[in-house]
T-cell receptor, first 115, second 114 residues
Framework: DQQVKQNSPSLSVQEGRISILNCDYT??????FLWYKKYPAEGPTFLIS?????DKNEDGRFTVFLNKSAKHLSLHIVPSQPGDSAVYFC??????????????FGQGTTLQVKP | DGGITQSPKYLFRKEGQNVTLSCEQN?????MYWYRQDPGQGLRLIYY???????QKGDIAEGYSVSREKKESFPLTVTSAQKNPTAFYLC?????????????FGDGTRLSIL
């Protein structure tokens, strides 16, 4: 049972345009969400996160939006740059898991930003 | 330079053989994690440890074992009982203190069967 789903395996965007990566979840106990970015043959690196008490968090070119009623979050990258080409993972943590740090990951979306 | 070091980068296992993947961190983090990544799938948690000499099973612990004798080290053994060990293995660590401190990952070990 996939509790965190990234239904788009890949996304291609022109440099300078907006990239929107989507993530859906099923567990209403999730209260913290994170996005990680991964280059080939490297480990994921933390990008941005959002608590369920917020609906938006922004950090430079990256903004995460959370729609709790729809159990949906999205990552917006504006403007997209070729160096943003990577696999993006959405991850979620259930209420009470902050002390263990357990995360549930989505399948990932491969973003290609074309020059 | 603080970070997480996984070794080796590539590992080959013969049928029936146990192999151990190394994970060392110098970030002084209390918690450490092992994940497995398969093509087209997200990271799945194998084992985690919140403190020295203690560890817990994750979602797919069968066929794996771990130890946590030192704070900086969390080796993973893939035993012969793991029937489908070919995957990319990632180790992570995290400071205590909730989600203001996200997990940091090593660069992974790719394990293949000969």
């Amino acid at each position: 049972d996939q509790q965190v789903k990234q239904n788009s395996p890949s996304l291609s965007v022109q440099e300078g345009r907006i990239s929107i990566l989507n993530c859906d979840y099923t567990n209403s106990m999730f209260d913290y969400f994170l996005w990680y970015k991964k280059y080939p043959a490297e480990g994921p690196t933390f990008l941005i996160s959002i608590s369920s008490i917020k609906d938006k968090n922004e950090d430079g070119r990256f903004t995460v939006f959370l729609n709790k009623s729809a159990k949906h979050l999205s990552l917006h990258i504006v403007p997209s740059q070729p160096g943003d080409s990577a696999v993006y993972f959405c991850a979620a943590s259930a209420r009470g898991s902050s002390n263990t740090g357990k995360l549930i990951f989505g399948q990932g979306t491969t973003l290609q930003v074309k020059p | 330079d603080g970070g997480i070091t996984q070794s080796p980068k590539y590992l080959f296992r013969k049928e029936g053989q146990n192999v151990t993947l190394s994970c060392e961190q110098n970030l002084n983090h209390d918690a450490m994690y092992w994940y497995r990544q398969d093509p087209g799938q997200g990271l799945r948690l194998i084992y985690y440890s919140q403190i020295v000499n203690d560890f817990q099973k994750g979602d797919i612990a069968e066929g794996y074992s771990v130890s946590r004798e030192k704070k900086e080290s969390f080796p993973l053994t893939v035993t012969s009982a793991q029937k489908n060990p070919t995957a990319f293995y990632l180790c992570a660590s995290k400071e205590q203190g909730g989600w203001t401190q996200p997990q940091h990952f090593g660069d992974g070990t790719r394990l293949s069967i000969l």
